[in-house]
């Protein structure tokens, strides 16, 4: 079955934590891409990658990394997290930049 | 700078009451314009694209318009099941991202 898989589905942590959200995709698709969902602002990009080994920021880099070591495979870092981070994360693939597959969701509360 | 906003914001109707949602775009050089659903909690699931004014795509009680500055998702005899939020989203092309709307959240009341 094509898919967007993330893990875990669900984290609590504390501030200054480092953690990582793990993304992939079984479907071959070039691009990968990281968004952030918060009540009354949407959905909104955190970073995306064309290809392997090219990665660039969306509208809300700040606070988070990424790397693309592998076609399928696209985790998303953040090596600090503050409370400002708690949101619900997707990640997403497409086989160009346009038409953009949905994973299940991360939802992440830092304490 | 490039913009989408949907309207209402939140929408109620009764089973069998057709209705549209709007989502307005100032976009430079659209490319592409999405529309998606989400349930709470999940992964928004991919309805239609639509990539040039007066392009009409159709999914059961769904058809989804294109003009120049705007798109509707068109609701004919809503059931319950319909429930959940609508994203639009366009792709300007000259970078990597989809720009997303806030969403209309349509509740079906039986």
């Known amino acids: 079955e094509a898919q967007v898989t993330q893990n875990p589905r669900y984290l609590i942590t504390v501030t200054g934590k480092k953690l990582t959200v793990t993304c992939s995709q079984n479907m071959n698709h070039e691009y990968m891409s990281w968004y952030r969902q918060d009540p009354g602002l949407g959905l909104r990009q955190i970073y995306y990658?064309?290809?392997?080994?090219?990665?660039d920021k969306g509208d809300v880099p700040e606070g988070y990394k990424v790397s693309r070591k592998e076609k399928r495979n696209f985790p998303l870092i953040l090596e600090s997290p503050s409370p400002n981070q708690t949101s619900l994360y997707f990640c997403a693939s497409s086989p160009r930049a346009d038409t953009q597959y949905f994973g299940p969701g991360t939802r992440l509360t830092v304490l | 700078e490039d913009q989408v906003t949907q309207s209402p914001e939140a929408l109620r109707l009764q089973e069998g009451e057709s209705s549209s949602l709007n989502c307005s775009y100032t976009v430079s050089g659209l490319r592409g314009l999405f529309w998606y659903r989400q349930d709470p909690g999940k992964g928004p699931e991919f309805l239609f694209t639509l990539y040039s004014a007066g392009e009409e795509k159709e999914k059961e009680r769904l058809k989804a318009t294109l003009t120049k500055k705007e798109s509707f998702l068109h609701i004919t005899a809503p059931k319950p099941e319909d429930s959940a939020t609508y994203l639009c989203a366009a792709y300007p092309g000259s970078q990597g991202n989809l720009i997303f709307g806030k969403g209309t959240k349509l509740s079906v009341k039986p």
């Open positions: 990658s064309m290809n392997v080994e090219v990665t």
